[in-house]
């Protein structure tokens, strides 16, 4: 697999178009870091981490709304083959501040709100809306 993080959110975004309840995702600290926002900022329901030995597994409760999905929408911006990067002053907004952007910088993932309020850039890893 070339790139987990595309496929972590192509897992979520075709569990949510089959409106399951939960989604499992092979496990890293990135894939936390990042189910860690999803759940913060009230996308999802609930986030376990499961140990199977390996790597573990990132089991994520999906949230709905009268039938609807919470996240409308998912997007990979920075590829293995393009990275994309941002500095703190020029972070990108998603849906004009109605989005989240997720940042990788060097004081960890973070959001873009809380990257530019600890003004560090760095590679911005998705878009969610």
């Not at 990132?58 to 293995?80: A, F, M, N, Q, W």
């Amino acid at each position: 697999m070339t790139d987990p993080i595309a496929d972590m959110l192509t897992r979520i975004r075709n569990a949510l178009t089959a409106k399951h309840e939960k989604v499992e995702v092979p496990g890293s600290n990135m894939k936390r870091a990042i189910a860690n926002i999803l759940l913060a900022e009230g996308y999802v329901k609930g986030v376990e981490f499961v140990d199977d030995g390996l790597s573990g597994k990132i089991v994520i409760d999906l949230k709905y709304t009268e039938g609807k999905p919470v996240i409308s929408g998912l997007k990979r911006v920075s590829k293995p083959g393009l990275r994309n990067y941002s500095g703190a002053e020029k972070m990108p907004k998603v849906l004009g501040g109605l989005g989240t952007a997720i940042v990788s910088t060097s004081k960890g993932i973070m959001t873009d709100k809380q990257a530019k309020a600890a003004n560090v850039g760095g590679e911005v890893l998705c878009f969610v809306w």
